[in-house]
């Protein structure tokens, strides 16, 4: 069964930073292609980065520069730095195994002014 933990959300002040955690288990964690999603409150849920197998990454605009996404094949574990926070990056900040239709709880994320 596959299965997806996210953790490392709380509160932080703007201009602050957080690093979250995904470890996924259920799946050969090394050849997936993973990424972070966030759906903020009302809103609909949008792409924050991807991160493949090869370790390629990509991000959506809002995250080039300050958000950094990475794994650790040997932890089964991929992360999301974020820096320089934004109150509007408050979000439930969810993984994604790329191709599967599978969801962790997610993280919640609050940035304070």
């Known amino acids: 069964q596959v299965q997806l933990v996210e953790s490392g959300g709380g509160s932080v002040q703007a201009g602050g930073s957080l690093r979250l955690s995904c470890v996924a288990s259920g799946i050969s964690f090394s050849e997936r292609s993973m990424a972070w999603f966030r759906q903020a409150p009302g809103k609909r849920r949008e792409w924050v980065a991807n991160?493949?197998?090869?370790?390629?990454?990509s991000y959506a605009n809002f995250a080039k520069d300050r958000f950094t996404i990475s794994r650790d094949n040997a932890k089964s574990t991929v992360y999301l730095q974020m820096s320089r926070v934004r109150v509007e990056d408050t979000a439930v900040y969810s993984c994604?195994?790329?191709?599967?239709?599978?969801w962790g709880k997610g993280t919640l994320v609050t940035v304070s002014s």
């Open positions: 994604n195994i790329l191709g599967l239709n599978t």
């Open positions: 991160i493949l197998a090869s370790g390629t990454t």
